[in-house]
């Protein structure tokens, strides 16, 4: 069993960019078997779709945004700010609407099969 490294650094805006349903997503930790989380710098599209996961919880924390931007969360629409913390539980419908780049804590590890459309 690989033993698990003291610390870990990732410079977030230096990992490949991966599209995702939000945008551009760059993704750390995925690799690390003894963390149970994945960290993403996500720059949000004004494309960006709703959608669900049925098993992950994400947990969004607002780096930059425009002065408008919300979050929706089972069609409801949440001002943010930079700063404002988003916990989105699994089966919760959401979408960032308006530039943003936000920091995404995923638990359990991000899975690309876990995204779900209506």
């Keep these: ?9 990732a410079h977030l805006p230096d990992l490949p960019g991966t599209p995702c349903p939000c945008g551009t997503a760059r993704r750390a930790f995925a690799e690390i078997e003894s963390f149970p989380a994945t960290v993403h710098l996500t720059e949000i599209a004004a494309t960006a779709k709703v959608h669900y996961h ?3 919880t ?3 924390v607002v780096q930059e945004c425009d002065d ?3 979050i929706e969360l089972d069609g ?7 700063g ?6 699994p089966g919760t419908r959401h979408r960032a609407v308006g530039k ?5 804590f995923c ?8 995204e779900w459309f209506d």
């Design 1 to 9: 069993m690989p033993t698990a490294p003291a610390f870990v650094v």
């Design 54 to 56: 049925k098993t992950l």
């Design 58 to 60: 994400e947990t969004y």
């Design 68 to 70: 408008n931007a919300v």
């Design 76 to 82: 409801q629409s949440h001002p943010v700010r930079p």
């Design 84 to 89: 404002t913390a988003i916990l989105i539980p």
């Design 100 to 104: 943003m780049k936000v920091i995404i």
């Design 107 to 114: 638990t359990p590890k991000f899975d690309p099969s876990d």
